[in-house]
């Protein structure tokens, strides 16, 4: 049998992964991975700014492709700046593999230079964590990693891979199938509880669908599509639900939560079925969790046991692949006579839909501008107002996607998220959706994007706050904008709550930032002015294009469910009014 | 609140015992022992862990283990027969002649050996459940307090083979 090098092999395992696009930093114990990738065709290899940037640009590029998005840094700094993106992942089950580069094993223990116990750290944020200590387990252990990732319910594993395991000589051969027996991923659906499932729907008088990031994981949008137009059922989403089905459909109600629609609250609160698949119902779409949904019998599909009845009791509990559930339940639904309570959620919707309905230069008016102009596209948002707003106005259907760190909620995701998402998909529009405060926690990739030639229309809405916190504070804490203002300077009055003309200029300038790395940059401080500078960028195929939108510093996302209230009882307008 | 018996079947790996422990303190559940050794098959280290939890949060932790990737099984031993044991060393010391015959009593009545002495220190092994060396260190602290050193050995468990018995 050939012998190769470990760092050989792990290039070879790449391929026959089908591993098209590596992010990649390196450093000292890396080295020789590296080294083995150079000049390599086959793997397109990038090199971002930042190890944070790095991993947000993958799991970009995995939820946008489908496809397991693959890391390689190094040991120490490297591998500990991967640990809030292997986190962010992970908590949205996105497929990823992490390769981190380790000290030689007779040097582990010796507090070596760049020497963390990088398994040790992620073992409680990841799928899988693993440390290959001998180099004739590196072929076995790297087909498993990505079984593990991408199969079940997707996450991330990490493998840390020693200096000498890189170094050493053994066999090429790389396995085309895997047994672990510690790992039985779920492959069927249980048609007895599935039935039983069915006859209580059928004998709803006001049934909802809650939709969760499930369904898009699993690629059922198109079923679960179809699944909503045979019953008639109303569909209600989370925000990583979003776009199961088109925003467009008439069966399509709006988000449920603690920024959800007041007819989709509303419907859950009053539903007598509540047919969920592929959410685990975490606090901020529960809102007070011992009034949510209760007059509802609760059905609960879920590929993951761990997460049916957890927060909520469930009736009927089924452990199923949503797509696997959804083809399952095709077969044998039929359509429901619920028109009334279709009826009285359409009242709703018309009665009190989401609507900013201030003039001027809004965020709804930004979002809704990209729905009209932007019919192929991959749409990333940050984290706070412009992730909520975004989920708000967004319209989503079969050709356009939302990426959205949503269980973790990581400032800084937007931006690389969308430059792995280009990279994946080099044919669509791909768009960045994000706050002032979180565009500048990975502003490093910029270069990223200039270098690569990447054409990402990257929206900025100003406020000059972090805005989320900045509205809770206004509306729990008495307007005590503590650490919040992005134009504060050393001069400020002290406890300063009132922004006016006379706060301080914003740094950085966006648009010579931008200007400086080599992408465009267009300030917008007019409603008028929004389609032009879209379109604009939508023309400029060479640079990323900045739109820095200067909003209106407090504006606020509503309506919004108090914290500890129940879904029933939202807040539905600012203080100050509609104007 | 109940008292639950689970024993757990994991790969014989570096950092499995870590994985175990470390989901059970990230995730706030209580643990009140866990013993683990290697199994006729070498490959596969077996764990018995004792818990006080109400059904819920017991479920969830079935459930958090089963899906770990180290997990091979889970087994519920909460309402199954089974024979379980821990092991348990207590030394008195300074005992004073009337202290040590009446640690000879007490080993007699608890069934414990009294395995090492030198004049005045005693070294007692008790191997019973976890209730009776509880019942047993509840006795000698009281009898020799501030005196005595405790090394518990957390429970092993397994099935009954024949009987209905605990």
Redesign the interface.
């Known amino acids: 049998m050939k012998q190769i090098t470990g760092a050989d092999l792990f290039v070879k395992a790449l391929k026959e992964e089908e591993v098209d696009t590596l992010f990649a930093y390196p450093g000292g114990q890396a080295i020789d991975l590296f080294n083995a990738l150079y000049g390599e065709r086959e793997i397109d290899v990038i090199l971002p700014r930042h190890e944070q940037g790095l991993i947000h640009a993958a799991d970009g590029y995995a939820r946008s492709t489908g496809n397991v998005g693959v890391c390689l840094v190094t040991s120490g700094p490297g591998a500990t700046n991967l640990v809030t993106g292997i986190a962010t992942a992970n908590y949205d089950s996105v497929p990823l593999v992490c390769f981190t580069g380790q000290v030689p094993t007779h040097l582990i223990g010796n507090d070596t230079f760049q020497e963390v116990d990088f398994v040790g750290i992620t073992r409680s944020i990841c799928k899988y964590a693993v440390m290959v200590r001998k180099r004739e387990d590196l072929a076995e252990t790297i087909k498993k990693a990505f079984y593990i990732a991408k199969t079940g319910k997707p996450g991330v594993v990490v493998v840390d891979l020693p200096k000498d395991v890189q170094r050493a000589y053994g066999s090429d051969f790389y396995p085309q199938e895997i047994m672990v027996r510690g790992y039985k991923p779920n492959t069927s659906v249980h048609m007895g509880q599935l039935n039983k499932a069915l006859d209580i729907l059928n004998h709803a008088v006001k049934p909802v669908f809650l939709i969760g990031g499930g369904v898009n994981i699993a690629h059922a949008n198109t079923e679960m599509t179809q699944l909503a137009e045979l019953t008639g059922v109303p569909v209600i989403t989370t925000i990583m639900g979003k776009g199961a089905i088109p925003t467009t459909s008439s069966l399509y109600v709006g988000n449920i939560g603690i920024h959800g629609s007041y007819a989709a609250n509303s419907a859950i609160s009053n539903c007598d079925v509540l047919f969920s698949i592929g959410t685990r119902f975490n606090d901020r779409i529960t809102g007070k969790i011992e009034e949510f949904a209760v007059n509802a019998k609760i059905i609960h599909i879920d590929v993951d046991a761990a997460s049916i009845s957890r927060n909520i009791d469930v009736d009927i509990p089924i452990v199923a692949d949503a797509k696997k559930a959804i083809c399952a339940l095709l077969e044998k639904a039929k359509p429901l006579h619920i028109s009334e309570w279709t009826d009285e959620i359409n009242r709703w919707k018309k009665e009190y839909p989401i609507d900013m309905g201030k003039v001027g230069l809004t965020p709804q008016m930004i979002i809704q501008s990209i729905n009209e102009l932007f019919k192929d596209a991959v749409i990333a948002t940050d984290v706070g107002q412009n992730q909520l707003w975004t989920t708000q106005f967004l319209d989503i259907d079969e050709n356009k996607q939302m990426l959205t760190s949503g269980g973790l909620g990581t400032m800084g995701y937007g931006f690389p998220a969308a430059i792995g998402a280009k990279f994946g998909n080099p044919h669509k529009d791909v768009i960045v959706i994000s706050g002032d405060g979180g565009m500048q926690m990975n502003i490093q990739e910029m270069a990223t994007a200039v270098v690569y030639e990447l054409p990402i229309i990257i929206c900025i809405l100003n406020n000059g706050y972090l805005g989320n916190v900045r509205q809770w504070q206004e509306m729990f804490y008495d307007r005590r904008y503590s650490s919040t203002c992005m134009r504060y300077r050393r001069s400020c009055e002290i406890g300063c709550n009132k922004p006016d003309h006379c706060c301080p200029e914003y740094t950085p300038d966006f648009i010579a930032l931008a200007e400086s790395y080599g992408a465009k940059g267009i300030r917008v401080t007019k409603a008028e002015d929004i389609k032009s500078a879209l379109n604009s960028a939508k023309q400029n195929t060479k640079t990323p294009t900045v739109i820095e939108f200067i909003i209106d510093r407090e504006i606020n996302v509503m309506p919004i469910v108090p914290p500890g209230n129940s879904l029933n009882d939202m807040i539905l307008e600012s203080e100050e009014g509609r104007e | 609140m109940k008292k639950r018996w689970i024993c757990l079947f ?2 014989n790996e ?2 499995v015992l ?2 175990i422990s ?2 059970f303190s ?1 995730k706030s559940y209580n643990l009140d022992s866990l013993t683990v050794g290697v199994t006729e098959d070498s490959t596969i280290s077996r764990m018995t862990i004792s818990l006080t939890s109400d059904d ?1 949060t017991f ?2 932790i079935k ?2 283990l ?7 099984k889970v087994v519920d031993y909460t309402d199954t027969p089974i024979h379980m044991k821990e092991i348990l060393f207590v030394k008195v010391n300074h005992c004073t002649d009337a202290d040590i015959t009446e640690l000879f009593r007490i080993s007699k009545v608890f069934g414990v050996a009294i395995i090492d002495y030198d004049g005045t220190t005693v070294l007692l092994e008790c191997t019973q459940t976890e209730n009776r060396n509880d019942d047993l260190i509840a006795l000698l602290k009281r009898k020799f307090a501030n005196r005595i050193e405790i090394v518990r050995g957390g429970s092993v468990a397994v099935e009954a083979v024949s009987i209905s018995e605990r």
């Open positions: 994991v790969e570096i950092g870590a994985r470390g989901l990230g819920r479920e969830q459930k958090q089963g899906r770990s990737v180290e997990v091979i």
